[in-house]
């Protein structure tokens, strides 16, 4: 429950949010194809990322310190899901972290609750996985 507490004091859900609010979806707007070899072009420079294997589009962060863990699933060609973990800290979603930790506080939830971000493009997708491995490493610092 203080990591909970922690993360809201420290305005982390909030940015959280703030990247979801840029990233919003948008229902009948146009979606570039990106299949997953052109995401991991789009990304070479600037985010280090390998695909999973398996059934759905996932990616996991590269080159991070060992205390991070990140992974992003890509829903509906465009909303990003995280997977996320600390040392010591349960592996969750963005999403799920950030409610507990806006309810913890006593605050209200956010409309939708369990928010994410869209991409619509490879761009966009790009901007939002390296925003939210930025995001990552400030958990990882703020909560130590």
């Not at 609010?21 to 991991?40: C, F, S, T």
């Not at 060609?77 to 592996?91: D, P």
């Amino acid at each position: 429950m203080d990591q909970f507490n922690k993360i809201e004091e420290l305005g982390l859900a909030d940015k959280y949010y703030g990247i979801c609010d840029q990233h919003p979806l948008r229902i009948g707007e146009p979606i570039e194809k990106m299949p997953y070899k052109e995401v991991l072009k789009a990304a070479e420079g600037l985010i280090d990322i390998k695909k999973l294997k398996g059934p759905g589009t996932c990616y996991e962060v590269v080159g991070l310190p060992e205390t991070v863990f990140l992974r992003f699933i890509v829903q509906g060609r465009t909303r990003v899901e995280t997977h996320f973990g600390l040392s010591g800290v349960h592996v969750h979603s963005f999403a799920a972290m950030c409610l507990a930790a806006k309810e913890a506080a006593g605050k209200d939830r956010p409309k939708p609750p369990y928010p994410r971000p869209e991409a619509h493009s490879l761009d966009e997708l790009i901007q939002v996985f390296t925003q939210l491995k930025n995001l990552a490493l400030e958990f990882d610092r703020s909560i130590k």
